[in-house]
């Protein structure tokens, strides 16, 4: 089956330490994202990737780091500058990055639910 | 910078057709409209995309006024399992900037049996 994987689930963490999220997609997709979602509210961009070896800050970004070495894989961590790390944490991809007269459909995987103590 | 508003929450009966609005003023010329489905504790699910006037699907249609400044979308004959948080997104073309791409709050749909 094709389709994005995040783990793991659930993730406990005490403050101050770093802790790194994985997301894997077998869609052969170029372009993938890194959401955060607080109770209640939207989706907010942390980090994306148009293709591999690049990824660009979105507009939550600071506490936050990435890597794009692998096509199929682009891990987030979150580290102890984050302000506020607990919350919902979604991986996407698409096809292409945001090219005209293409979908621009995202695919989300399952989410990881961090809480920091 | 394409903000969007939505109604907080709509409320529907089982069988009865649902339109839910989204402003979104400052559309560019090229940017396109999607439409996301989101269930709790899950990833937000594509539901449907347009640019102008109808676009419609197995599970959806999409309207689109002339100006471009709001879209609907319309759920037809909604069931229980369409209780979900509905939300659009203006996806930024020209400028290319995915900074632009964050969901707003969405819109609660609860179905009533």
């Known amino acids: 089956d094709g389709g994005i994987t995040q783990s793991p689930k659930y993730l406990f963490r005490k403050e101050g330490q770093n802790v790194t999220l994985s997301c894997e997609q077998n869609l052969n997709h170029d372009a993938m994202y890194w959401y955060r979602q607080d109770p209640g509210q939207g989706l907010r961009l942390i980090y994306y990737s148009q293709i591999v070896n690049d990824f660009q800050k979105g507009d939550i970004a600071e506490g936050y780091s990435v890597s794009r070495e692998k096509k199929e894989s682009f891990p987030l961590t979150v580290t102890s500058a984050q302000k506020n790390p607990t919350a919902f944490y979604l991986c996407a991809s698409s096809p292409h990055w945001l090219r005209d007269g293409s979908s621009y459909e995202q695919y989300f995987g399952p989410g990881t639910r961090l809480t920091v103590t | 910078l394409a903000k969007t508003t939505q109604p907080i929450s709509m409320d529907s009966y089982e069988g009865q057709e649902v339109n839910i609005t989204c402003s979104h003023n400052?559309?560019?010329?090229?940017?396109?409209i999607t439409w996301y489905q989101q269930f709790p504790s899950q990833g937000p699910r594509f539901i449907i995309q347009?640019?102008?006037t109808k676009v419609t699907n197995e599970v959806a249609s999409l309207f689109i006024p002339a100006d471009r400044k709001s879209s609907t979308l319309s759920l037809p004959r909604v069931s229980l399992s369409d209780t979900a948080v509905y939300y659009c997104?203006?996806?930024?073309?020209?400028?290319?900037?995915?900074?632009?791409?964050?969901f707003g709050s969405g819109t609660q749909l609860t179905v009533l049996p």
């Open positions: 347009g640019y102008k």
């Open positions: 400052n559309i560019a010329t090229n940017d396109y």
């Open positions: 997104l203006v996806v930024p073309i020209i400028s290319g900037s995915a900074r632009q791409l964050t």
